[in-house]
């Protein structure tokens, strides 16, 4: 079972930034968080993990509480073409990875 | 090539036909993996490689399911006797065995069965 949980959607202004939330409660130690994107008819494209860090690159932020339990995503400056469907998984190592329903996020002009 | 390359993309299956769907990983990716995505759902876990063994085939629904990797690279999923509710997308995902590596992900085959 997924270990995360997500709302089932949310909507961003284009050129605002989408923070999306996820919590993972019981989430373990050696336990990384990893965010993926699925664009409507494609495979899921990998985002950015972290394990107790905050982490940035050049798609998006991932924020980390100090005690693990939960995570935002944020896209700094949403545009259209991130309207999709987002994964909040947690892994261990190079385990599979376990995915919920994640949230779609609507970006309207 | 410089992704996941599956194929077909599209499949259509009358039921009780078996069909075969093709992975060819990321060059020097050891691990495999096929998730099967029914519509509206996110993509559920089918089965894992390491190389050429099998070390993970909890996700396989039946034993109509069989997947392979025989020389570690190109994998095939196959489906025997096809039923309707086997209708989804299949996925198949490579990585690294490096510690914690991204999975990078196909486009998927679309199969539906009439």
């Known amino acids: 079972d997924a270990k995360t949980t997500q709302p089932t959607s949310m909507d961003c202004a284009e050129g605002r930034a989408a923070n999306l939330p996820c919590n993972h409660s019981?989430?373990?130690?050696?336990?990384?968080v990893y965010w993926y994107r699925q664009i409507h008819s494609q495979g899921p494209q990998y985002i950015i993990h972290g394990l107790k860090n905050n982490e940035t690159n050049e798609m998006a932020s991932l924020i980390i509480t100090e005690d693990r339990k939960s995570s935002t995503l944020i896209l700094p400056h949403a545009t259209l073409r991130d309207t999709a469907v987002y994964y909040c998984?947690?892994?261990?190592?190079?385990?599979?990875?376990?995915f919920g329903t994640g949230t779609r996020l609507q970006v309207f002009p | 090539g410089a992704g996941v390359s599956q194929s077909p993309r599209y499949k259509v299956a009358k039921r009780g036909q078996d069909v075969a769907l093709r992975c060819d990983p990321i060059s020097g990716h050891v691990s495999l993996f096929w998730y099967q995505q029914a519509l509206g759902q996110g993509p559920e876990f089918l089965t894992y490689?390491?190389?050429?063994?099998?070390?993970?085939k909890s996700g396989l629904p039946s034993d109509r399911f069989f997947a392979e990797r025989p020389e570690g690279s190109v994998s095939t999923l196959k489906i025997q006797r096809t039923q309707q509710e086997d209708s989804a997308v299949y996925l198949c995902a490579s990585s690294l065995i490096r510690e914690n590596t991204e999975a990078f992900f196909g486009q998927g085959t679309r199969l539906t069965v009439v």
């Open positions: 998984i947690v892994r261990v190592n190079t385990d599979k990875l376990i």
């Open positions: 019981t989430i373990s130690g050696n336990e990384y």
């Open positions: 490689f390491q190389n050429e063994a099998q070390l993970d």
